[in-house]
């Protein structure tokens, strides 16, 4: 063999011809920007769409107020309602026009002050106030329920100490939030929803990529040359990778400039974790085209498989710790699970090894999973 094509067909040559997979990648990007949209336009707007779309917070509540006798202490009560940014208080002459206005949905609940209410305030027991609450969403209702405690905690504090005199607690509460003192629920959510949209964007960006090249008949002459079928899978996770790292970085940009959540953790760990989840992605993503060969089906399969388990198992919005036993052994399978654990310690806690380290641990092995399946069922043939 002549010490050329002996050269071309040793390290030197698979170097040179993953470079030029890698290169003719990058320029099939360029010619079809279908890729650079799903990578750096979809986050973009999934992030304005969920980030401002999807709030665990109440505010402005539509509450209606039924005040049987007014009075200074019930225009108090009603005016400490009205100045805070949680309720909008609507003012209602009796319980038959509040309970109408709640069945027909103007109202979140009912606030009722009995005619009796100043009386018995200024007696031993003190006076209790009727809340009705539309508990249809459970969730919602119970946190109107916690707002409507804590004003009437803080009117009672605030009452007492006019009057020169001590509220009687059987218990002081001093309570102290960590890691998201402001109580914003954006600060919470933004960070799963970097991964959610990750999720998908990683399936889709190689989900797509080998089904193409059966679909356009590109295949059959890759399988005909010298390159390896780990060449061509290593030539088109690189472009990918580089791709899925940029959209990742314009997400954590929005979420820390647009969103103005807290980045408490180190960069340097944050990326080492995102390439790992984008490996695992990748991994899947690039499964799913070699297992379809048809865009359709694998586009279909990649939001069937990332997007919806993502969205509901990974801890993102429903806690796992409540999820069924057999429920949450399944979120185990999710990549998306540990990935959103790194991400919301990163943000909000700093960087936090015992939580990291073992997320960080199960994200690279998934990653090797995936990429070793894809690499397994990859054969240079036709059939």
Do not use: C
Request: aromatic residues 10%; proline residues 5%; glycine residues 10%.
């Amino acid at each position: 063999m002549p010490p050329e094509r002996a050269w071309r067909s040793g390290r030197g040559g698979a170097h040179m011809r993953l470079r030029g997979l890698v290169r003719k990648e990058f320029l099939q990007i360029l010619r079809d920007p279908s890729s650079i949209a799903i990578a750096f336009v979809m986050p973009v707007v999934l992030l304005l769409l969920f980030g401002y779309g999807v709030s665990m917070d109440a505010r402005h509540v539509p509450l209606a107020m039924v005040v049987e006798q007014p009075d200074a202490d019930t225009a108090g009560l009603v005016g400490a309602f009205g100045n805070t940014e949680y309720f909008h208080p609507i003012a209602m002459p009796d319980m038959r026009s509040a309970e109408r206005a709640m069945l027909a949905g103007r109202v979140s609940g009912i606030v009722h002050l009995r005619a009796d209410f100043s009386r018995r305030l200024h007696s031993a027991g003190g006076a209790p106030i009727q809340l009705i609450l539309n508990g249809v969403d459970a969730n919602y209702a119970r946190l109107i329920q916690g707002y409507v405690q804590g004003v009437w905690g803080a009117w009672l504090t605030q009452r007492a100490r006019l009057q020169g005199a001590r509220l009687p607690l059987a218990v002081d509460l001093q309570p102290r939030v960590w890691f998201n003192g402001n109580f914003r629920s954006r600060d919470y959510l933004v960070p799963g929803l970097i991964v959610v949209i990750m999720t998908l964007i990683g399936a889709l960006l190689t989900a797509l990529v080998m089904a193409r090249e059966w679909e356009r008949g590109t295949m059959e002459a890759l399988l005909v040359t010298p390159v390896r079928m780990r060449e061509i899978l290593i030539g088109k996770l690189i472009p990918y990778f580089v791709l899925g790292m940029g959209g990742m970085a314009l997400s954590v940009a929005m979420a820390v400039w647009l969103f103005q959540v807290p980045l408490r953790g180190s960069l340097w760990v944050l990326t080492l974790s995102s390439a790992l989840f984008l490996g695992a992605a990748l991994g899947m993503g690039l499964l799913i085209s070699i297992t379809a060969r048809n865009q359709f089906v694998a586009g279909l399969l990649a939001i069937i498989t990332t997007f919806l388990p993502a969205f509901i198992l990974s801890g993102f919005i429903f806690d796992i710790g409540s999820m069924p036993t057999v429920v949450q052994w399944i979120t185990r399978l999710m990549a998306a699970r540990y990935f959103v654990a790194i991400l919301q310690t990163s943000f909000l806690a700093g960087d936090v090894w015992p939580v990291l380290l073992p997320n960080a641990l199960a994200l690279m092995g998934m990653a090797v999973i995936f990429l070793g399946l894809s690499r397994r069922r990859a054969r240079k043939r036709l059939e």
